[in-house]
C-alpha cells in the first residue's frame, strides 16, 4: 500500500472497490503526505482533516453496504474559491480570512453527494486574479517540478497539490486560463468546461461573464469522470444550462480517427518559446498518427484577446467586489470614523494589489467618460473573437507561452503578467470548453497542449486527450521530489 499517492482516481476505484484498501487508509495516507510535503509548496490553506476521516469512514461503510456515488471514498481539494461550509473560505484574500461559509457552493455539494472525501482547500490566487499564484493573501505556492518557479495561476493550489501527488484530483475555476494555465505548468490535466455547464452558485465571483468551474487531474479518464458529477442544470444559477450531462467516461474510449482539428496560425507566431512550440508540434503528429486530421486555421482577431479579457474582467470584478465592504462579513477595519471611513479603511486594509488595481480599472473602463471608448469596444471585440472561433474547427496549440517562470520573475510587471494569458483567455470570452494536456519537458519543466472545443463538446476533449495519453506517458512523470 506505499504507493497509494501514485494512484489515478480510476486505478483507485480498482483498488476500493475490490477491498485491497479503504477509504480510511487511503485518507490516512494523503493527510500524512499533506503533512510531510506541504510546507515545500504552501499548496493548502486549510487541511480538514477531521471531516475527512469521518467522511472515507462513512463512505467504507457505504461502499459495504453496497451504496455510494461515483466517486465514493476518493480525496478531492477544494480551491478555496468554493464556499464550504463550516469551513474557511478565504478566496486567498485578508479579506476573507475570518469568513466560515454557512453554506456549501453546488460543486462542493454534488462531489459530497457522490461520496468524495474532501481533505481540505487549496491556496490560490487572491480573488482568482493572477497567472502565478503569487497574489495570494496565504504567499506564493510553489511548482513541485522546481521550487523556486510558480506553479502559474491562480488555481496554482489545486494543480500544485496533484502534481504532487498529494490528491488525485482538484477544483479549480478558469475565468482567463486559471485551470489550464497552472495544469500546464505543473504537468496536469485541467479542463474548463463551457460557460454554463457547471454552477457558479457558492463559487466567490471574479467576472461573472467569463468564470467556470472545473477540474485538475493527473489523466483525462479521471477527469472526465469528476466532471460528470460536477456538470448540470442548477436552478440556483441564472446561467446554468439545462444540457443533458453525457456519460463522459464511457465516452473518452472513441477513437479520434477522422476528427478534424484546427491549428490555430496566430498562436504560433513570436511569444511562444520555441522550444514549447516544437512540444506541440511533436503532440500534433502525435494526434495525426491517431488519425485525426490536422488543418492550419486563422483567428485574425485572436491577438486582441488579452486587451478585450483585461477589460471585461476588472470591469465585471469591480461591481463583484463591491459586496466585500466590511458590513456583512469578512474584515472589518477598528477605529473608523465614520461609514463611508469603515469602507474604505476595510477595503483599502482587506485587498491586496491586484485586487486593488484591477477595481480600479474595472471602474475606470466603466466610468461615464470612457464607458464606449473601453467597456462597449471590448464587448464589441469578444463578439468578433468568438465568431473567429466558430469559423475554426476545434483548436489545438499551445497553454502556455513558455514553461513555468521563476517566482518573482514577472510579479512586479503586471503587463508580462497578463501577456501569460494569451493562448487561454479566448476560450472564456467565446464561453467555450477548454483543456489542457502534458505534451512534454522543456528543461525539466511540463508544457501544455491546449484543446478548444465547440459550445458543450466537453466529451470530444475528454476523448481526444484520453487518446493522446494513451499513446504517450507524459502524464505519467512525477516531480523528483515527490516520487
Ligand atoms: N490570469 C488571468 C487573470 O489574472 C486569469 C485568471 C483566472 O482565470 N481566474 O485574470
Not at 511540463?446 to 470530444?460: D, I
Request: with cysteine.
Amino acid at each position: 500500500m506505499m504507493d497509494l499517492h501514485a494512484k489515478s482516481m480510476t486505478e483507485l476505484i480498482a483498488g476500493l472497490d475490490s477491498g485491497e484498501f479503504t477509504s480510511v487508509e487511503l485518507t490516512e495516507a494523503l493527510l500524512s503526505r499533506i503533512a510531510a510535503h506541504n510546507d515545500k509548496l504552501n499548496a493548502f490553506v486549510t487541511v480538514t482533516g477531521d471531516e475527512a476521516m469521518a467522511a472515507a469512514e462513512a463512505a467504507d461503510k457505504a461502499r459495504a453496504a453496497g451504496k455510494g456515488g461515483a466517486l465514493n471514498g476518493l480525496p478531492i481539494v477544494h480551491k478555496d474559491i468554493f464556499c464550504t461550509r463550516g469551513v474557511k473560505t478565504s478566496c486567498g484574500s485578508k479579506i476573507l480570512d475570518n469568513f466560515i461559509s454557512p453554506y456549501d457552493a453546488t460543486v462542493v455539494e454534488k462531489l459530497a453527494n457522490a461520496g468524495a472525501v474532501v481533505l481540505g482547500k487549496a491556496n490560490m490566487d487572491e480573488f482568482a486574479m493572477g497567472s502565478s499564484n503569487e497574489t495570494s493573501y496565504y504567499g506564493a505556492v510553489f511548482n513541485p517540478w522546481d521550487l523556486e518557479c510558480t506553479p502559474g495561476g491562480s488555481s496554482g493550489g489545486s494543480a500544485a497539490a496533484v502534481a504532487a501527488r498529494l490528491v488525485p484530483a482538484a477544483t479549480g475555476t478558469d475565468t482567463g486560463g486559471s485551470i489550464r494555465q497552472p495544469a500546464a505548468l505543473t504537468g496536469t490535466v485541467g479542463i474548463k468546461p463551457t460557460y454554463g455547464r457547471v454552477s457558479r452558485y457558492g463559487m466567490i465571483a471574479f467576472a461573472s461573464s467569463l468564470d467556470q468551474a472545473g477540474v485538475i487531474t493527473r489523466t483525462a479518464e479521471d477527469a472526465a469522470r469528476v466532471l460528470g458529477v460536477m456538470a448540470g442544470f442548477d436552478e440556483r444559477d441564472s446561467t446554468s444550462v439545462d444540457h443533458p450531462v453525457p456519460d463522459y467516461v464511457a465516452g473518452i474510449k472513441e477513437s479520434i480517427e477522422g476528427l478534424k482539428v484546427g491549428i490555430v496560425r496566430q498562436h504560433f507566431d513570436e511569444g511562444l518559446d520555441p522550444d514549447c512550440g516544437d512540444r506541440v508540434r511533436d503532440a500534433i503528429a502525435v494526434i495525426e498518427s491517431l488519425g485525426a486530421e490536422a488543418v492550419e486555421v486563422d483567428m485574425p482577431n485572436i491577438d486582441y484577446s488579452v486587451p478585450t479579457y483585461y477589460v471585461v474582467a476588472p470591469a465585471e470584478c469591480s461591481s463583484n467586489l463591491s459586496r466585500f465592504d466590511g458590513v456583512r462579513f469578512g474584515h472589518r477595519a477598528e477605529n473608523a470614523e465614520d461609514l463611508m471611513d469603515m469602507y474604505c479603511r476595510s477595503r483599502g486594509e482587506g485587498f491586496g494589489d491586484e485586487v486593488k488595481r484591477r477595481i480600479m480599472t474595472g471602474t475606470y473602463v466603466l466610468s461615464a467618460g470612457y464607458y464606449d471608448a473601453y467597456y462597449l469596444k471590448a464587448q464589441q471585440v469578444r463578439h468578433l473573437i468568438a465568431d473567429d472561433f466558430k469559423k475554426a474547427f476545434a483548436d489545438v496549440d499551445v497553454t502556455a507561452p513558455t514553461p513555468a517562470f521563476r517566482i518573482g520573475e514577472k510579479v512586479d510587471d503586471p503587463i508580462t503578467m497578463y501577456l501569460n494569458d494569451i493562448y487561454t483567455i479566448g476560450a472564456n470570452l467565446a464561453g467555450l470548453p477548454g483543456m489542457s494536456v502534458p505534451c512534454g519537458f522543456v528543461n525539466g519543466l511540463p508544457v501544455g497542449l491546449h484543446l478548444v472545443g465547440h459550445h458543450f463538446e466537453e466529451q470530444t476533449l475528454l476523448r481526444f486527450a484520453h487518446q493522446y495519453q494513451q499513446a504517450t506517458d507524459w502524464h505519467a512523470a512525477c516531480p523528483e521530489d515527490f516520487q
